[in-house]
Protein backbone atom coordinates (compact mmCIF):
# COMPACT_ATOMS: atom_id res chain seq x y z
CA UNK A 1 0.00 0.00 0.00
CA UNK A 2 1.23 3.29 -1.18
CA UNK A 3 1.42 6.29 1.74
CA UNK A 4 -0.43 9.15 1.36
CA UNK A 5 1.37 12.46 0.27
CA UNK A 6 1.92 14.96 2.84
CA UNK A 7 -0.09 18.49 2.36
CA UNK A 8 0.21 20.06 -0.75
CA UNK A 9 2.74 17.27 -2.51
CA UNK A 10 0.02 16.13 -4.34
CA UNK A 11 1.10 14.81 -7.74
CA UNK A 12 -1.99 16.59 -8.97
CA UNK A 13 -0.99 19.98 -8.54
CA UNK A 14 1.08 20.19 -11.68
CA UNK A 15 -1.60 19.06 -13.47
CA UNK A 16 -4.48 21.38 -12.18
CA UNK A 17 -5.35 23.27 -15.14
CA UNK A 18 -5.30 20.03 -17.28
CA UNK A 19 -8.15 18.73 -14.96
CA UNK A 20 -9.96 22.21 -15.08
CA UNK A 21 -9.96 21.97 -18.93
CA UNK A 22 -11.10 18.40 -18.91
CA UNK A 23 -13.97 19.23 -16.62
CA UNK A 24 -15.15 21.89 -18.91
CA UNK A 25 -14.62 19.71 -21.72
CA UNK A 26 -17.60 17.69 -19.60
CA UNK A 27 -15.41 14.69 -18.94
CA UNK A 28 -16.27 12.15 -16.21
CA UNK A 29 -14.25 11.73 -13.08
CA UNK A 30 -13.56 8.41 -14.32
CA UNK A 31 -11.98 9.14 -17.40
CA UNK A 32 -9.70 12.00 -15.86
CA UNK A 33 -8.42 9.35 -13.21
CA UNK A 34 -7.75 7.24 -16.21
CA UNK A 35 -6.09 9.97 -18.46
CA UNK A 36 -4.01 10.14 -15.80
CA UNK A 37 -3.09 6.64 -15.40
CA UNK A 38 -2.45 6.28 -19.07
CA UNK A 39 -0.38 9.77 -19.57
CA UNK A 40 1.38 10.21 -16.17
CA UNK A 41 0.95 6.89 -14.79
CA UNK A 42 -0.86 8.27 -11.73
CA UNK A 43 -2.52 5.52 -10.12
CA UNK A 44 -5.63 7.37 -8.68
CA UNK A 45 -8.99 6.51 -8.24
CA UNK A 46 -11.61 8.82 -9.43
CA UNK A 47 -13.16 9.98 -6.33
CA UNK A 48 -9.68 11.48 -4.76
CA UNK A 49 -9.09 13.01 -8.74
CA UNK A 50 -12.89 14.90 -7.69
CA UNK A 51 -11.86 15.81 -3.80
CA UNK A 52 -8.86 17.41 -4.98
CA UNK A 53 -10.17 19.54 -7.68
CA UNK A 54 -13.38 20.15 -5.05
CA UNK A 55 -10.54 21.86 -2.70
CA UNK A 56 -7.87 23.06 -5.09
CA UNK A 57 -10.93 25.64 -6.86
CA UNK A 58 -12.68 26.41 -3.29
CA UNK A 59 -11.36 30.09 -2.96
CA UNK A 60 -11.86 29.91 0.80
CA UNK A 61 -9.67 27.41 1.40
CA UNK A 62 -6.41 28.21 2.58
CA UNK A 63 -3.20 27.83 0.77
CA UNK A 64 0.27 28.30 1.75
CA UNK A 65 2.59 30.91 -0.22
CA UNK A 66 2.55 30.60 -3.66
CA UNK A 67 -0.16 27.48 -3.98
CA UNK A 68 -2.35 30.72 -5.57
CA UNK A 69 -5.02 29.06 -8.42
CA UNK A 70 -2.54 29.86 -11.67
CA UNK A 71 -5.30 31.78 -13.52
CA UNK A 72 -5.50 34.39 -10.64
CA UNK A 73 -1.98 34.68 -10.17
CA UNK A 74 -1.04 34.75 -13.79
CA UNK A 75 -3.70 36.16 -15.75
CA UNK A 76 -3.15 39.87 -16.38
CA UNK A 77 -5.08 42.57 -15.77
CA UNK A 78 -7.37 43.32 -18.49
CA UNK A 79 -9.16 46.38 -18.82
CA UNK A 80 -12.54 46.71 -20.42
CA UNK A 81 -13.26 49.62 -22.73
CA UNK A 82 -16.18 51.70 -22.08
CA UNK A 83 -17.79 54.22 -24.47
CA UNK A 84 -18.63 57.09 -22.54
CA UNK A 85 -21.75 58.91 -22.51
CA UNK A 86 -22.34 61.57 -25.17
CA UNK A 87 -22.57 64.85 -22.95
CA UNK A 88 -26.40 65.78 -24.08
CA UNK A 89 -27.39 62.29 -22.63
CA UNK A 90 -25.32 62.46 -19.17
CA UNK A 91 -27.14 62.87 -16.47
CA UNK A 92 -26.45 64.61 -13.41
CA UNK A 93 -28.37 63.38 -10.32
CA UNK A 94 -27.46 66.16 -8.59
CA UNK A 95 -28.54 69.04 -11.17
CA UNK A 96 -32.50 67.83 -11.42
CA UNK A 97 -35.22 70.75 -11.06
CA UNK A 98 -36.23 70.88 -7.64
CA UNK A 99 -40.40 71.09 -8.08
CA UNK A 100 -42.09 74.81 -7.08
CA UNK A 101 -44.89 72.60 -5.74
CA UNK A 102 -43.92 69.61 -4.06
CA UNK A 103 -46.12 66.98 -3.97
CA UNK A 104 -48.14 66.80 -0.58
CA UNK A 105 -48.58 62.81 0.65
CA UNK A 106 -50.69 63.88 3.14
CA UNK A 107 -53.16 66.06 0.62
CA UNK A 108 -56.08 63.87 -0.18
CA UNK A 109 -55.88 62.68 4.05
CA UNK A 110 -56.44 66.97 4.59
CA UNK A 111 -59.06 67.46 2.30
CA UNK A 112 -60.99 64.38 3.98
CA UNK A 113 -60.06 65.90 7.16
CA UNK A 114 -61.55 69.26 6.23
CA UNK A 115 -64.76 68.64 4.75
CA UNK A 116 -65.04 66.65 8.09
CA UNK A 117 -64.89 69.53 10.38
CA UNK A 118 -64.94 72.34 8.18
CA UNK A 119 -64.30 74.55 11.86
CA UNK A 120 -61.06 73.62 12.81
Known amino acids: MREKPKAYRSPLWKHLEEIRK ?9 AIAERLR ?12 QSFFKRAIDPDHRRP ?7 V ?4 SQKIAVD ?7 VDPFSVEVRSDPIDPFAKSRR ?8 E
Open 65 to 71: LGFEPVA
Open 73 to 76: ASAP
Open 22 to 30: WRRDQETWE
Open 38 to 49: IAYGIEISFQSV
Open 112 to 119: KYQQENPN
Open 84 to 90: PLPVEEA
